[in-house]
């Protein structure tokens, strides 16, 4: 499927060039390759040094992310129940970084936990007698 949607991009790029004086052939198929030989990564890297307006929105949008996080880690932690939509950190955001940033922020956020509740749900139950043992042989006695 990868490969094949590579292709596809492959053609796209390769049929509709890009004028020369904007993009060269070499950079394309340099493109081309390093898309082919990259993994898939956790997370996204953007450079904005130049850029304090960027800067302060992207750190916005990471600080709105950890806090709805934070809160969501603690009431699991404790065994409490907490808000799928916390609207008190929503409103604390929403001026700083547009109200449709805030809600995707926490949406994603939303997607994270549900899949988290879903993975441990669907985990195999193990019993006590069973954790024990593999304790027991994990232990290394000197």
């Known amino acids: ?3 094949k949607s590579l292709s596809t991009f492959e053609e796209q790029v390769l ?4 004028p020369p004086s904007l993009v060269s052939k070499d950079a394309i198929e340099k493109y081309i390759e390093t898309q ?3 993994e898939m990564e956790r997370a996204n890297t953007f450079i904005v040094e130049d ?3 960027l800067w302060m929105l992207a750190d916005n949008c990471a600080t709105l992310y950890n806090e709805v996080n934070f809160e969501r880690r603690q009431a699991y932690i404790r065994y409490k129940r907490f808000k799928w939509y916390p609207k008190h950190l929503y409103e604390k955001y929403a001026p700083l ?3 449709a940033t805030a809600q995707q922020i926490i949406n994603k956020n939303n997607e994270a936990w ?3 509740y879903r993975a441990r749900n669907n ?3 193990i019993t006590l007698e069973a954790r024990i043992s593999r304790l027991q042989s994990r232990r290394v006695l000197t």
Request: charged share 15%.
């Open 36 to 38: 082919k030989l990259s």
């Open 114 to 116: 549900k899949s988290f």
């Open 1 to 3: 499927m990868l490969v």
């Open 51 to 53: 850029h304090p307006t």
């Open 123 to 125: 985990r195999p139950m």
């Open 97 to 99: 970084i547009g109200s």
């Open 15 to 18: 049929s509709n060039p890009v």
